[in-house]
């Protein structure tokens, strides 16, 4: 793997100016899930591969690469250090973490999407020839002779495809291989690959811990004042990336508008959503698009589970279905450059389709 510098491509799978969960050393607010994975490495129980799933921006891969370290730092469950540890901490300064830090340990392969040099933007989903290059990974002796961990972020990039294929790595896993695959969705992810792995669901985090999380960033706690912080992660619902989100720039403004919008579903104020989608349709406006999107997608969320305890299965279907719909055309027009504002008159329409049957 190559060193990341700056001078290094954009990484898909971290958030702006926040840092990589690969150099994040704090966990905030999964104690059980971090104990559930520290006991099966000591008891012999690991199984190939394991779903780390909930909402995005609550920890996940911040606990999967926090996992990898340690598998990587003490590989015999056996040591003394291993029984007496009580998390998966492990010091920066250790040689393992450093040279994770540089991604140039060579017995991990990182499953994200990929920059691609000439459109200057991300791949929109992780490709099938990312899934082969893994293979080789896992086609030769471990480089230190411990453990061989592929972590996939995020399961919803793999196309069929490259789900299919990442299957057959793990239904055939050489000894001490595991696959961390980090998920939002995980009822989305293939039955076959759901039934060969442990599922790890996280809740999402307090208001306090989103606090908590975002002060250990210095440069970001510095750049806002904290009533700031604490009004994005009351809004964040558990989620530091979405917190985040909210402090740049005129969010939080945003984020009241969109919700006031789905607040009156399945009733659209149409010129509202034209003024909406002129707005986030502009190039230089990609990060308000996206946090429509977040916006749009939690909605949908909430109100599956809100409904959950009334409503028949086929009903809350109609849900899921506005949020595949949205999902794939969010990724086709980022894929294809596409104008924006079809995109969003589409959402509502289909949101307020679902709300009224």
């Given at each position: 793997?190559?060193?990341?510098?700056?001078?290094?491509?954009?990484?898909?799978?971290?958030?702006?100016?926040?840092?990589?969960?690969?150099?994040?050393?704090?966990?905030?607010?999964?104690?059980?899930?971090?104990?559930?994975?520290?006991?099966?490495?000591?008891?012999?129980?690991?199984?190939?591969?394991?779903?780390?799933?909930?909402?995005?921006?609550?920890?996940?891969?911040?606990?999967?690469?926090?996992?990898?370290?340690?598998?990587?730092?003490?590989?015999?469950?056996?040591?003394?250090?291993?029984?007496?540890?009580?998390?998966?901490?492990?010091?920066?300064?250790?040689?393992?973490?450093?040279?994770?830090?540089?991604?140039?340990?060579?017995?991990?392969?990182?499953?994200?999407?990929?920059?691609?040099?000439?459109?200057?933007?991300?791949?929109?989903?992780?490709?099938?020839?990312?899934?082969?290059?893994?293979?080789?990974?896992?086609?030769?002796?471990?480089?230190?002779?411990?453990?061989?961990?592929?972590?996939?972020?995020?399961?919803?990039?793999?196309?069929?495809?490259?789900?299919?294929?990442?299957?057959?790595?793990?239904?055939?896993?050489?000894?001490?291989?595991?696959?961390?695959?980090?998920?939002?969705?995980?009822?989305?992810?293939?039955?076959?690959?759901?039934?060969?792995?442990?599922?790890?669901?996280?809740?999402?985090?307090?208001?306090?811990?989103?606090?908590?999380?975002?002060?250990?960033?210095?440069?970001?706690?510095?750049?806002?004042?904290?009533?700031?912080?604490?009004?994005?992660?009351?809004?964040?619902?558990?989620?530091?990336?979405?917190?985040?989100?909210?402090?740049?720039?005129?969010?939080l403004a945003l984020a009241d508008k969109v919700d006031g919008l789905l607040r009156r579903l399945p009733e659209v104020n149409w010129m509202a959503v034209h003024e909406l989608a002129d707005n986030v349709s502009k190039?230089e406006a990609t990060s308000d698009f996206e946090a429509v999107l977040a916006n749009v997608y939690d909605w949908i969320d909430g109100r599956?589970?809100?409904?959950?305890?009334?409503?028949?299965?086929?009903?809350?279907?109609?849900?899921?279905?506005?949020?595949?719909?949205?999902?794939?055309?969010?990724?086709?027009?980022?894929?294809?450059?596409?104008?924006?504002?079809?995109?969003?008159?589409?959402?509502?329409?289909?949101?307020?389709?679902?709300?009224?049957?």
């Amino acid at each position: 793997m190559k060193r990341a510098t700056d001078e290094a491509p954009p990484e898909s799978d971290r958030f702006d100016d926040a840092p990589h969960p690969r150099d994040t050393y704090d966990l905030f607010g999964h104690s059980a899930a971090e104990a559930q994975l520290l006991d099966a490495y000591r008891e012999g129980r690991l199984p190939q591969a394991w779903i780390i799933g909930g909402r995005e921006g609550i920890g996940k891969a911040t606990l999967a690469w926090r996992f990898t370290r340690f598998l990587l730092a003490h590989p015999d469950p056996t040591a003394i250090v291993v029984r007496e540890a009580t998390d998966l901490s492990v010091s920066p300064e250790n040689s393992v973490a450093r040279r994770i830090s540089a991604l140039s340990h060579g017995d991990i392969a990182l499953l994200r999407r990929e920059w691609n040099e000439k459109t200057k933007k991300h791949y929109t989903e992780i490709r099938i020839d990312d899934i082969r290059r893994a293979l080789d990974l896992f086609r030769r002796a471990s480089g230190e002779g411990g453990w061989r961990i592929a972590i996939i972020d995020a399961a919803e990039d793999l196309n069929r495809s490259g789900a299919n294929a990442l299957l057959k790595l793990i239904e055939e896993p050489p000894p001490r291989s595991l696959f961390l695959i980090i998920s939002h969705t995980p009822g989305r992810i293939l039955p076959t690959i759901r039934s060969r792995s442990r599922m790890l669901l996280l809740e999402s985090l307090s208001t306090p811990q989103v606090v908590d999380a975002i002060r250990r960033m210095d440069e970001i706690w510095m750049e806002h004042e904290e009533s700031a912080i604490e009004s994005a992660a009351q809004r964040a619902g558990g989620s530091v990336r979405d917190a985040l989100r909210l402090l740049n720039g005129g969010a939080l403004a945003l984020a009241d508008k969109v919700d006031g919008l789905l607040r009156r579903l399945p009733e659209v104020n149409w010129m509202a959503v034209h003024e909406l989608a002129d707005n986030v349709s502009k190039r230089e406006a990609t990060s308000d698009f996206e946090a429509v999107l977040a916006n749009v997608y939690d909605w949908i969320d909430g109100r599956v589970i809100e409904r959950a305890a009334l409503d028949a299965p086929a009903r809350l279907a109609r849900y899921a279905e506005v949020w595949e719909k949205v999902a794939a055309a969010a990724r086709e027009t980022e894929a294809l450059n596409l104008d924006r504002r079809p995109l969003l008159l589409s959402i509502f329409a289909n949101l307020s389709e679902a709300a009224r049957n």
